[in-house]
Each structure stands twice: as C-alpha cells, then as structure tokens.
C-alpha cells in the first residue's frame, strides 16, 4: 500500500466524493464547514510524509459567470480554466502581490463556481504550520496567527499556484486534499463576503458559530 492511500486511514479522515462539489456553490460551501483539509508531502530527510490538517471553519461561495466578484465573471481563460470544471479541484491565485488563496472547483464540468477558503483551525502539524508562517507559537492565543484569513492559511499549508492549482482534491495521492473525520458540531452563520468591492452584500460567506479562528468581521445577516 502506498504512503498517501494509507494517511487516510491514519488521520481518521475519509475523503470526499466528486459528487460532493458537483453542486450550487453555496450548498457547497455550507456543507464544507466541519470538514477537514489535508496536505502531505515528503519529508527532507525522506522518513516518511509531513501531515497538515485543519478543520475548515470559513468559506465564501463564489457564482461563476453570474457574480461579477467572480474570476469566471468575464469567461474562461487560461488563468481560471480549473474554475469551469471538472468538480473538486484547487484553483490557486496570487493576490495583492504578496499572498496566495486556495479556492475548490463546484457545479458540474463546464459551468464555473468555487469556495473559497478563508479560516481554518489547525489539527495536526502546527509547529510545521507556525515555521512556514514565521510564527512563534506562545500559548493558545497564537493559533489564529497560522490560518485564520486566507493568504495565512496557504502560507501555513505551503500552497501555492506553481505547486497546488489544478490538484485533484478529492483525491489523497494529490497530497492537498478535503475529508470528513466525522467530528463537526456547530451551527453555521452567514454573512456578507468581505474584502471585496463588487456584490459585496450578497450573503456568501458562511462560518462556524464561536469559532475562535474565523477571519474579520463575524456579523450575522
């Protein structure tokens, strides 16, 4: 059995079907919350694999070619081919020049949507996480400083374009991918999407109640 079918089992965590992401971008965002991101990759000194893994506790759904706050607004392009299909893959982008944001492909192959990831809290690997950061972890109110907002949590995750778009998240071979453990409680909120200026008051961001980890503003629609 190879290293990456048998994290799986290890981690507790199963990995989503393809079915899952063939959906509406926002029952696919709601239904992300609780779930569990993963990466793995090999060691430097070759000793098995580094696991990350986080609770997914922020999203925003993005429409297509229907939102004008969408990458796919305009149409399909070579930079945002991922987002028009098939379903369950990474799209990957650099923003503000100094930070990348992790999105998963929706809808079935052919009609764009996505979700964005913009909070996480970490479950395992978080001294990896807070050296990829630059980050000294204190105490437990450090923790947010990994992954709560989106360019924090690829920083922590090591995502980036070159390496991560197009990755096949339903898949643990990819080495980033979305599983359940089965352990989510929590009651879902829905907000305005933030920072950005266009279809700004559309409620498209969906977050964990409480959550200590959730990015920005935590107003409730």
């Known amino acids: 059995m190879s290293a990456q079918p048998s994290l799986a089992a290890s981690t507790g965590v199963q990995p989503l079907q393809r079915d899952f992401f063939a959906r509406h971008p926002r029952r696919v965002a709601r239904d992300l919350l609780g779930k569990v991101l993963v990466r793995s990759r090999n060691s430097k000194n070759g000793v098995g694999p580094v696991v990350l893994a ?3 506790v922020e999203v925003e759904a993005y429409l297509g070619e229907n939102d004008p706050a969408a990458h796919a607004f305009a149409g399909k392009t070579a930079r945002n081919s991922v987002l028009f299909g ?5 799209y990957v982008y650099f923003v503000y020049g100094n930070h990348y944001c992790l999105n998963v492909s929706c809808q079935r192959e052919g009609k764009a949507g996505c979700v964005l990831f913009r909070a996480l809290e970490p479950l395992i690997g978080l001294e990896t996480m807070a050296r990829a950061r630059g980050t000294v972890l204190k105490g437990p109110r ?12 690829a920083e922590a995750f090591g995502i980036t374009r070159a390496r991560d778009n197009g990755s096949d998240m339903v898949s643990p071979q990819s080495g980033l991918w979305i599983g359940d453990d089965g352990l989510y409680r929590g009651r879902v909120l829905i907000t305005p999407r933030i920072g950005i200026t266009k279809a ?20 409730v629609t």
Request: charged content about 20%.
């Open 86 to 90: 098939p379903p369950g893959y990474a």
């Open 142 to 153: 450090d923790l947010p400083k990994l992954t709560s907002g989106p360019g924090r949590l």
């Open 200 to 219: 700004a008051d559309q409620p498209l961001r969906y977050l964990v109640a409480g959550n200590a980890f959730v990015s920005g503003r935590k107003r």
């Open 54 to 56: 986080a609770r997914i």
